[in-house]
Structures are given as structure tokens and as C-alpha cells.
């Protein structure tokens, strides 16, 4: 007998009929991704790798972009990351990616990385960003999202934050790379 049999079993005689097989998710517009930190991403400092980090964000905000389209998409930007404490070798690492914005293809979706010890039960932020996503066709050609339309406080905050991302992005875009050097910008 198989360990998913066995569960299954454990969990139909304990409840007196089957227990389902799926789980229907019901917000769309949330993921989160949960797991321990394993010594293979560690830095030389003996802390987790930003670039690790940055997979992990990337790998979620995908998930979260696939689940609210429907669709295959791709990373179009990642803006404003911030590192704000270490990810410790051995931290249960909870990563949360929200939809707070959407365009006709793109999806904008906060990612916030939280870590702590596993056995105290209190995790921390580490990391925070946005990430911009399309959906695409199997060619590769930007297709719609559904809308997103922010109800609670906290959701019309981020999607006011993902816009100021944006704009703020688009400026760095329109920057020739003379007036940077010169420090005109």
C-alpha cells in the first residue's frame, strides 16, 4: 500500500466515509509556497543566496499569475526588491504572492518572503517586491487577464503602490543613459 493510500484510507475511516481527492482553491488571487531553507542555497556568509531568494519569489509569483489567468506567463519585470533581514539555513520560509493590479495582459503581484525558526512558530519579512507578469498564448503572443478590482484597504494600498512601482519603472526606461552618467537624473 502506497503512503498516499494509507492516508487516504487513515482519513476515510477516521471521518466514517472518503475523503475528497481534490481541494477546490477558492481566492485565486493569493499564493503561498512554504518549506525549509536546505544548505545547498546557501551564500559564503552562511545565509540563504539572494538569488535563491529570488528564484523562490519568482517560482510563486508565477504560480500566483497562472492560477488568477489561466494561462502560461512570463516575468516581465521585478521592481523594487527589498532585502531587509537574512534567510537562515534551517528557517521554515513562507513566501506570499498577491494579484494587486492587473492590465489588459499583465498582472502585478506583491511578493513578500517571511522566515523564522519552525519550532517557535513566529516568522519575519525578509524580502518584498513586485513582480510584473503576461500571460501568453502557446506563441508566445500577450493574451487577456481577468480584471482585478481591489475591495479591502489593504489591497487598494498595493495596488496604489504597484501603479507608483510602475510609473516609477516606466521613468527609469525613458532615462537616456548620458543624463544618468551625468547625474542630470
Same mark, same amino acid.
Given at each position: ?49 539572494? *538569488?535563491? /531568494?529570488?528564484?523562490?519569489? @519568482? ?5 500566483? !499569475?497562472?492560477?488568477?489567468? &489561466? $494561462? ?48 517557535? *512558530?513566529? /516568522?519575519?519579512?525578509?524580502? @518584498? ?5 503576461? !500571460?501568453?498564448?502557446?506563441? &508566445? $503572443? ?44
Amino acid at each position: 500500500m502506497s503512503r498516499a493510500d494509507a492516508q487516504q484510507q487513515d482519513a476515510s475511516s477516521s471521518a466514517g466515509k472518503s475523503a475528497p481527492l481534490r481541494q477546490t482553491i477558492v481566492d485565486r488571487s493569493e499564493t503561498t509556497f512554504r518549506f525549509l531553507a536546505e544548505p545547498t542555497s546557501v551564500n559564503f556568509g552562511g545565509k540563504v543566496h539572494g *538569488g535563491a /531568494l529570488m528564484k523562490w519569489i @519568482d517560482e510563486t509569483a508565477y504560480a500566483c !499569475a497562472a492560477m488568477w489567468s &489561466g $494561462r502560461y506567463a512570463v516575468t516581465v519585470s521585478v521592481g523594487n526588491i527589498r532585502f531587509r533581514r537574512p534567510v537562515h539555513v534551517g528557517n521554515l520560509v513562507e513566501i506570499r504572492a498577491k494579484i494587486v493590479a492587473t492590465g489588459r495582459t499583465s498582472m502585478h503581484i506583491h511578493v513578500s518572503v517571511h522566515a523564522g525558526d519552525p519550532k517557535e *512558530g513566529e /516568522l519575519e519579512m525578509t524580502t @518584498d517586491c513586485l513582480v510584473v507578469f503576461v !500571460a501568453v498564448d502557446s506563441n &508566445g $503572443r500577450p493574451m487577456p487577464v481577468p480584471a482585478f478590482e481591489p475591495v479591502t484597504e489593504e489591497q487598494k494600498r498595493l495596488a496604489r503602490y504597484a501603479h507608483d512601482v510602475r510609473a516609477a519603472l516606466d521613468a527609469i526606461v525613458e532615462m537616456k543613459p548620458d543624463e544618468v552618467a551625468s547625474g542630470k537624473v
